[in-house]
């Protein structure tokens, strides 16, 4: 049973306009979160991360939204642009220091259009 | 600063077989952790090594087995390949840094073909 869960297999967005792409999870535990972009041929790359204790963390033109009692996290990227697009997955971190594990979505595939 | 190297880049064997995956961490970085991606299931965590010895182990059968040497580079074995084994395998070197932030940097992955 999927633990972090990423509904959306893709997504188009107009170069300009905003991209928010989300996750959902079933876990109360998780105390931390992360978001990964992956280009083809690629390893992931990290992009951001927040803590269970914070509902807001902001990069540049990525933003990361987390709502705890809905159990949801969302990332929000503003301006999108064509750069961007590539598979984005969330990532959830359970357990205690020296034991984590981290539990990722399916991903999300976004599409920038020009 | 070099990053995650992982080798080989693209592996094709035939069922039965077995096949050994390294990875090399960044310099400095002690964990390892090695990741499954197929499509559909995104990444599932196989096992973390940290100074040779596993620390975490995902849900996967016995079939799959890793190590880590003194040099903090890891290998991953994966025996009696089934067609279902076909993924990219991905490595990642970590490290947990002051005041509890955690910095994560994934390697190419191994694209591997099981025929």
């Known amino acids: 049973d999927q633990q972090v869960k990423q509904n959306s297999p893709s997504l188009s967005v107009q170069e300009g306009r905003i991209s928010i792409l989300n996750c959902d999870y079933t876990?109360?535990?998780?105390?931390?979160f992360l978001w990964y972009k992956k280009y083809p041929a690629e390893g992931p790359t990290f992009l951001i991360s927040?803590?269970?204790?914070?509902d807001k963390n902001e990069d540049g033109r990525f933003t990361v939204f987390l709502n705890k009692s809905a159990k949801h996290l969302s990332l929000h990227i503003v301006p999108s642009q064509p750069g961007d697009s590539a598979v984005y997955f969330c990532?959830?971190?359970?357990?205690?220091?020296?034991?984590?594990?981290?539990?990722f979505g399916t991903g999300t595939r976004l599409k920038v259009l020009a | 600063k070099a990053g995650v190297t992982q080798t080989p880049r693209y592996l094709i064997k035939t069922r039965g077989q077995q096949v050994t995956l390294s990875c090399s961490p960044i310099?400095?970085?002690?964990?390892v952790s090695w990741y499954q991606q197929t499509p559909g299931q995104g990444l599932q965590f196989l096992f973390e090594?940290?100074?040779?010895?596993?620390?975490n182990k995902g849900n996967f059968p016995g079939r799959f087995s890793g190590r880590q040497f003194s040099n903090s580079r890891s290998e991953m074995n994966v025996s009696t390949l089934e067609l279902g084994d076909s993924a990219l395998y991905l490595c990642?070197?970590?490290?947990?840094?002051?005041?509890?932030?955690?910095?994560?940097?994934f390697g190419p992955g191994t694209r591997l073909t099981v025929t």
């Open positions: 990642a070197s970590s490290r947990t840094l002051a005041g509890g932030l955690y910095e994560q940097y």
């Open positions: 876990n109360s535990m998780f105390d931390y």
């Open positions: 927040i803590s269970s204790i914070k």
């Open positions: 990532a959830a971190r359970e357990g205690q220091s020296g034991t984590y594990k981290y539990i």
């Open positions: 310099s400095g970085h002690r964990s």
């Open positions: 090594y940290f100074s040779e010895t596993q620390r």
